[in-house]
């Protein structure tokens, strides 16, 4: 069994940074895919940026350029450094991983930005 810790989010204000982590524990396996997505009040899950196994990265349009997406293979780990951050970002972020065929969730860790 597979399980996602997420870690560093909190209040930030507009213009700051965070840098979120997901760690992956469990039975031995090999991680394909890693990804974040996020969820505001009253709103659908959306992904926000994902990474292969080689390295190949994907953002949403407003994420790019602003947030960073990397994975450390070797600690089953996977980073979102969120930059020059908006109250639009406001959200829970969702750690997410492939171990083929199944797909993982963490629990979420809320980022909110305000003054």
């Known amino acids: 069994q597979v399980q996602l810790v997420e870690s560093g989010g909190g209040l930030v204000q507009p213009g700051g940074s965070l840098r979120l982590s997901c760690v992956a524990s469990?039975?031995?396996?090999?991680?394909?895919?890693m990804a974040w997505y996020r969820q505001a009040p009253g709103k659908e899950r959306e992904l926000v940026a994902g990474?292969?196994?080689?390295?190949?990265?994907n953002y949403e349009g407003s994420v790019k350029g602003r947030f960073t997406i990397s994975r450390d293979n070797a600690k089953n780990t996977v980073y979102l450094q969120m930059n020059s951050l908006k109250p639009e970002d406001t959200a829970v972020y969702y750690c997410?991983?492939?171990?083929?065929?199944?797909?993982?969730w963490g629990k979420g860790t809320p980022v909110t930005i305000s003054e």
């Open positions: 997410q991983i492939t171990v083929l065929p199944t797909r993982y």
């Open positions: 469990g039975s031995r396996f090999s991680i394909n895919t």
């Open positions: 990474i292969t196994r080689d390295g190949s990265t």
